[in-house]
């Protein structure tokens, strides 16, 4: 079963590649995955003369922003901001942007092709990852494997280029370190994390509890590593945007789990069975975890449970599964539970739990 199980492993990951490669084009590499609209008007000044693909209509998406961002990674020409929304709000999110940009060595060609690619690198990095929790020799870890690394959110992250692909592969590192003992450096990750992405500074979580003085100061050192590289960015975007610095950050105006569980009802009663494979694993992934709290000091409980609490103050925009976000932005949570649901002693637990709390799978693989 060994040596079957990681071919299997190998042949999923290989179709997964192959169904990338479809979105080479000669002339513009693989910048079909980013997302570029069709009309090219706001495009940013650094854009003019490099070759990208451009898709109609609801072939673009955000990733066409952050790859911007790349070409001017310290915000230094204000005609950038005329090619995206919310500019502010994308200039938070710079550390992938950052990435592409040294990987790219600075040639906007080069940025743009590394932009779209460090997804896929992403992707193969936490599948392997993964691996440390969620053996692929065996079929409860092969078949959890799988539910990860094909979950709705991550490939949608893949085939649009978004920062969630590569914001899980830091966050599982992260919590890999952790568990190893070595908390400064999983804070370390975590802090330079969270400058992809500002909910990615629950990985902090994944810190062991503190039993002694020494742990308290390792504790502390812990949350200046994980806050300073966020205050000091936002500080920097705070002289060039002023009081626009929290524009697209909006305080949630109803009850906890309100617009989840409206959104989860609605789709019930439309009988939206693609709504549903999207939002019914979500509910069951947080009951999962919130049912389990008797294992608080693992880390992975205490980072699915952070996601649980983001769950629910995710606004009526980011819940609706059309969007895509809710998946990508819960992609903790899904690996969480799944970690944790290979824990289970019998087969009866997991195997019903397994396929109900990961059927958005199925949505999932469309999207490539």
């Not at 799988?146 to 599982?172: I, M, N």
Request: glycine share 8%; with cysteine.
């Amino acid at each position: 079963m060994r040596i079957a199980g990681v071919a299997i492993a190998c042949v999923l990951a290989a179709s997964v590649l192959v169904s990338i490669r479809r979105y080479y084009h000669p002339d513009t590499g693989f910048t079909a995955l980013i997302g570029f609209p069709s009309a090219d008007e706001d495009e940013a000044p650094a854009m003019a003369g490099v070759p990208h693909y451009t898709n109609p209509g609801a072939g673009s998406y955000d990733g066409q922003f952050y790859a911007q961002r790349a070409l001017d990674p310290l915000l230094r020409d204000p005609r950038t901001d005329r090619a995206m929304d919310l500019a502010p709000f994308r200039a938070r999110r710079i550390l992938f942007s950052w990435t592409a940009y040294l990987a790219g060595l600075g040639r906007p060609r080069w940025i743009l092709e590394a932009y779209a690619l460090q997804n896929v690198i992403a992707w193969l990095v936490l599948a392997l990852l993964l691996t440390r929790w969620l053996p692929v020799w065996t079929p409860r870890g092969l078949a959890a494997w799988t539910a990860c690394v094909c979950s709705h959110g991550l490939l949608w992250s893949l085939r649009f280029a978004l920062l969630d692909g590569p914001s899980l592969a830091l966050t599982v590192y992260g919590i890999r370190l952790a568990e190893q003992g070595r908390a400064v450096a999983s804070a370390a990750i975590v802090g330079i994390n969270g400058l992809g992405r500002e909910t990615n500074a629950l990985g902090v979580l994944a810190q062991p509890s503190p039993r002694s003085r020494r742990d308290l100061l390792r504790l502390a050192v812990a949350a200046v590593l994980v806050v300073l590289p966020l205050l000091v960015w936002e500080d920097y975007l705070r002289s060039i945007y002023r009081s626009t610095i929290f524009a697209g950050a909006n305080a949630p105006s109803k009850l906890p789990g309100a617009d989840f569980s409206a959104t989860l009802i609605a789709a019930a009663r439309r009988a939206s069975l693609p709504d549903l494979l999207i939002l019914g694993p979500l509910a069951i992934q947080a009951a999962y975890i919130i049912a389990r709290v008797r294992r608080w000091r693992d880390p992975w409980w205490r980072v699915g449970a952070g996601y649980v609490l983001l769950l629910l103050v995710l606004g009526g925009v980011l819940v609706t599964p059309a969007t895509g976000a809710i998946t990508r932005v819960l992609l903790p949570l899904t690996v969480a539970f799944n970690v944790m649901l290979m824990r289970e002693s019998t087969w009866w637990r997991f195997w019903p739990l397994l396929v109900a709390g990961n059927l958005d799978v199925v949505p999932g693989w469309s999207i490539l």
